[in-house]
């Protein structure tokens, strides 16, 4: 069984900087991509960055320049560095992560349960 675990939320002023963090833990072979999406309150589901397993990224337009996102050293963990913070990034931020299970060599594609940021003004 595989979980994955997000941290990091958090309540923060406009002009602020969060650091989330997903670590994915249990029987796994290999770990693809790993991303980070958020759904705010009203709206669908969108993805706000990922990066492959050799470090490629892809970011929102509204993520550009603003957030970065990296993996660990043991690449089971993902980050998401939330700098200059606006009110329209508040949201719950969801981990989603690619996987190959130990056992079975199947893929995965499994979601954090998300971490709530909110960006006052």
């Known amino acids: 069984q595989v979980q994955v675990v997000e941290s990091g939320g958090g309540l923060v002023q406009t002009g602020g900087s969060l650091r989330l963090s997903c670590t994915a833990s249990?029987?796994?072979?290999?770990?693809?991509?790993m991303a980070w999406y958020r759904q705010a309150p009203g709206k669908r589901r969108e993805l706000v960055a990922l990066i492959y397993s050799d470090g490629t990224t892809n970011y929102a337009d509204s993520a550009k320049g603003r957030f970065s996102i990296s993996r660990g050293n043991a690449n089971n963990t993902v980050y998401l560095q939330l700098n200059s913070l606006k009110p329209e990034d508040t949201a719950i931020y969801y981990c989603n992560v690619d996987v190959i299970h130990l056992h079975t060599r199947s893929y995965d594609e499994l979601w954090g349960q998300g971490t709530l940021v909110t960006v006052s003004t």
């Open positions: 249990g029987s796994i072979f290999s770990i693809n991509t």
